[in-house]
């Protein structure tokens, strides 16, 4: 009874994230679900991705249970900001995703990035539509995190290492994260990077205009690069 | 529909974990949920923590999707460490602990530490029958997450601000969080601690060893203290 209502939920919500993924291919846009654990620099990437994207625009849609501070943080220099409130849950739902998209200009943009509420296990269950997935893990949370979490590192599209900076000053082995995560998905991107610094900001701006170019194709809206 | 069945699964839970909670008083042992995002130092915590209780014995259960690790990691310090993999469930469940206390020496034990999956949500919403609950925050996840996850906050008895040693290396407003926790939760204990620099331990030690006395009370069985 209880398996059959799981699995009825996530059946309900594949088929609302699949109306929304027609809705962002539809317009041109690459989406994004941003995972990562609370505070490993979701909010903070986004202040350094959107500005180096420079002429392509982005949405942002944030997760949180209480609170429009991510929001807040990303108004000023995103095409559209929207917080979501989560209350009890560890995890957006498609249909939260949906309801947002009625009041966003996705003409008008590039990307569409969702932030995630901080969690490192649900919203790798839950599809929200996106195209792609980014798995933040940052250096203070430690290298043995890829095997304790294993389901989220599967699915990843590219695992970016946060706080690439805090390398010199904590233990962190960067081959052993990079060793589990090759056991668990041969296809995924692995970026060092840091907000602090920008170490490692070009290559991950390189990779999001590529999958954009690749995922948007035939449909994509010219786009003037400077 | 949908509702019902979440509160029937909530509602068999806390059946469980008031069986659990009664067999720990007959033990006399003092039950404790440890509850963080992944990464905020749970088990180094653990490794500190129970040589400095001295005579007094630890049984470490804990929670992670996959892997033994942070069972091994203490199973030589304490008096019995067990691992629980939850698979896909990002929190542990009451019937879980009811099966591992079936394994367990309670009546020769002080402590049964339960260590948590990494995850500030829904751990806060499961009782397992613990006395108490301890939340860890770490320094670097940043000072915002009391007011973006106050759930889990308003239900801690400790706070616990780990890596407190890089307080001085990161920003973090300290009064900040004092703040937002004095809003949600007027009745709880907040320890600013460090297991590199042991910055801390023993507030955290006295804390531990008065609740046991309260908790335990005239139930307890005579433990030698040096």
Not at 41 to 66: H, N, Y
Request: a negative charge.
């Amino acid at each position: 009874m209880k398996v059959n209502v799981v699995k009825n939920v996530l059946k309900a919500n594949d088929i609302v994230a699949n109306e929304n993924r027609n809705i962002f291919n539809k317009a041109a846009v690459l989406a994004l679900n941003i995972i990562s654990s609370p505070g490993s620099g979701k909010t903070t990437l986004l202040e350094k991705t959107i500005p180096a994207l420079e002429k392509q625009k982005s949405i942002v849609i944030v997760g949180d249970l209480a609170t429009t501070r991510d929001a807040d943080r990303v108004s000023d220099i995103a095409l559209q900001a929207i917080q979501i409130n989560t209350g009890m849950s560890c995890h957006l739902y498609a249909n939260q995703i949906s309801e947002s998209l009625k009041k966003l200009k996705l003409d008008e943009a590039d990307y569409v990035f969702i932030e995630n509420v901080g969690n490192l296990v649900c919203p790798g269950e839950f599809d929200l539509g996106e195209n792609l997935k980014v798995v933040l893990l940052s250096v203070p949370e430690g290298d043995d995190k890829v095997a304790k979490y294993p389901t989220i590192f599967r699915v990843a599209d590219v695992v970016l290492l946060t706080k690439s900076d805090l390398l010199g000053i904590l233990d962190f082995d960067i081959q052993r994260v990079k060793d589990d995560i090759a056991k668990l998905n041969a296809n995924v991107t692995f970026i060092e990077i840091s907000s602090k610094t920008s170490s490692g900001m070009e290559e991950w701006i390189a990779w999001l205009k590529e999958k954009r170019g690749k995922s948007v194709g035939q449909q994509a809206r010219f786009v003037t690069e400077e």
